[in-house]
């Protein structure tokens, strides 16, 4: 003991703190890694007892529907056939993974990889491990184009890039804007520096890691959780596409009659020089909905418009299940018009149908 070093108190707190942040990183990665590979191995048993299995015709497409309720049924969490679908989809873009989880289980001698050499759109299945979590790979597993998926994967690793992050950045068409750049080092390097890295407590609570442990997230999204967060993403999404759009207000009120109305997202087009209406609907499109919007778009015509301003357009937005259903409302205004001078400043139905099945598959599934 008298070589031992005489800790102050500032030293020692110092030393406390190295100690659990050390701890901490090794615990997550190491559960980040298990989590991977034993969806990949699920992805990798089912694709070969498609190709293979004996009884594979007793179940055809009725396969994953069977496993999901057979793993449900023995308490395993995260095994609806949306994530087996997904980790089916992860084995087959990621069959090079297959040297890592032979280290974790063994494979059986006829159960062979797809593949295992490395093409040019792979990177080593240690650098990709190394810092990318699962919801990570749920992200890229969204990109077919294998050029573009290396790309994020890259920029990823080299950004150390929370989910968020990645999923703003592949909105944003990052790679697109990089391919058009001519200084494609500034505007990376931008990137980066709009990022703080990711760190071990966020990782620990990726809803991805409490279901593979067999805990409970404390706080189970409801409905108005849906719907606060899709309007957050909705907001952030519209003004990211760059299109004249600016933000005004969210959950706008006005009253008629005694009665008080809620806008829930009003923002004014600086191109189009109107005010674009949003409203979203957590339920199936009704043509109920059609006639509330142009309620909306009267009641701002002749209340809210300024001099000069052109007539108001709406947004009705659903989503229900595994649908989405994205409407325009016109209000008064000419048809003619709306598609010959509207429609090229907004962004299209199919990439706001698109936005809100991503945003739903990204969040927490409702109980």
């Known amino acids: ?37 034993r969806n990949w191995l699920i992805g990798f048993y089912i694709v070969e007892f498609e190709q293979n299995g004996r009884d594979y015709a007793q179940h055809g497409e009725r396969l994953l529907y069977r496993l999901s309720e057979e793993l ?51 990177l080593p299945p240690e650098q990709l491990l190394k810092k990318l979590t699962f919801t990570h790979f749920v992200e890229l597993l969204k990109l077919d184009d294998p050029s573009r998926r290396l790309f994020y994967e890259i920029e990823c690793i080299k950004g150390d890039w929370s989910r968020r992050q990645l999923h703003r950045q592949i909105g944003s068409l990052l790679y697109e804007r990089t391919g058009l750049s001519r200084n494609k080092e500034s505007l990376l390097a931008q990137v980066k520096g709009e990022h703080a890295p990711i760190n071990a407590a966020d990782f620990i609570r ?75 609907k957590i339920r199936q499109f009704e043509h109920e909905d059609a006639g509330q919007m142009n309620f909306y778009l009267n009641y701002h015509k002749e209340n809210m418009m300024a001099e000069g301003d052109s007539p108001p357009v709406g947004i009705i937005l659903c989503t229900y299940k595994n649908e989405a259903v994205v409407r325009y409302a016109t209000g008064a205004l000419d048809n003619q018009v709306f598609i010959s001078r509207y429609m090229l400043q907004l962004p299209g139905e199919e990439v706001l149908r698109n936005f809100l099945m991503e945003e739903k598959r990204r969040l927490p599934e409702l109980e």
């Open 72 to 122: 449900s049924k023995s308490g395993l969490k995260g095994m609806s056939y949306t994530n087996l679908t997904l980790y089916r989809k992860f084995y087959l873009t990621y069959p090079h993974l297959a040297n890592i989880a032979r280290n974790y289980l063994p494979l059986d001698a006829n159960l062979q990889p797809l593949a295992e050499d490395l093409d040019k759109w792979q």
């Open 206 to 280: 990726e809803p991805y890691i409490f279901e593979f442990l067999g805990l409970k997230m404390e706080e189970a999204f409801q409905e108005a959780d849906l719907e606060k967060a899709l309007l957050h993403h909705l907001q952030s999404f519209l003004l990211e596409l760059g299109n004249g759009f600016c933000f005004e207000a969210r959950q706008k009120s006005f009253l008629i009659d005694n009665r008080r109305y809620k806008i829930d997202l009003l923002f004014y087009h600086r191109i189009l020089k109107c005010h674009v209406v949003v409203d979203l």
């Open 1 to 37: 003991m008298d070589n031992a070093i005489k800790l102050d108190f500032k030293t020692l707190l110092e030393k406390l703190q190295q100690a659990h942040d050390l701890i901490q990183q090794r615990v997550a990665a190491a559960i980040n890694q298990g989590l991977v590979i």
